[in-house]
């Protein structure tokens, strides 16, 4: 289902971003989608840490073919050899495990994220070992459909904005964040799109 703010979010951006307004064009009828529980979406961030979208379908592919259903009991009862030979490293591996542990024993609350501020579900997450704000903030987009989230640390939207903004040329996070402030309140948005410029198939989080 799609965000209720989407369209009211394309259209202002579309007004002040001719652009992105051309992005939004060349990509019509396809937008952000809430993709699964919380676990998975978390579980599916830390797999894509620091690959391409690519390689991150293929490890996840074999996860999801390990495990079965993809719970937090899911992983639990496998073997970290098991899940190592999906492509996880042994970093990842652990944090999944630690990260299904902490959802199996309550030590996480999804229930009380709804009501949390970015800033409060961000300082949240960022305890859970292997989760960083970069997660957390993937979290936010794909999970919690938050609309004014500016992920810049991803590199993904860092050549968007390269591309389409600069001509490729390279350009400092502070120019960056200046431009991304333009795009407020709808910069997941505007993020969306921009992933989109380099990848048209939505990525799954």
Not at 16 to 30: F, T
Not at 138 to 148: A, E, Q, T, V, Y
Not at 157 to 186: D, T
Request: charged fraction near 30%.
């Amino acid at each position: 289902m799609k965000p209720e703010y989407w369209d009211r979010a394309k259209r202002a951006l579309r007004r002040k971003d001719a652009v992105m307004s051309s992005i939004m064009q060349r990509h019509k009828g396809i937008y952000l989608v809430r993709r699964g529980e919380p676990f998975l979406t978390l579980a599916r961030a830390i797999v894509g840490q620091q690959i391409s979208v690519k390689a991150a379908q293929s490890v996840w592919d074999r996860v999801v073919a390990c495990a079965g259903a993809v719970t937090p009991e899911g992983i639990l009862l496998k073997k970290p050899a098991e899940l190592r030979a999906c492509g996880l490293s042994d970093r990842k591996t652990e944090y999944i495990v630690d990260l299904a542990r902490r959802f199996a024993e309550g030590l996480v609350h999804p229930y009380r994220w709804d009501e949390m501020s970015d800033e409060e579900v961000i300082a949240d997450l960022v305890q859970v070992r292997g989760i960083g704000r970069w997660t957390a903030e993937m979290f936010l987009i794909f999970n919690l459909l938050r609309p004014d989230i500016f992920p810049l640390d991803d590199l993904g939207l860092q050549k968007g904005i390269r591309v389409c903004y600069f001509k490729g040329r390279k350009v400092s996070l502070a120019r960056m964040r200046k431009l991304g402030e333009s795009w407020r309140p709808w910069r997941s948005v505007a993020t969306w799109y921009l992933w989109r410029s380099l990848d048209p198939v939505p990525v799954e989080y």
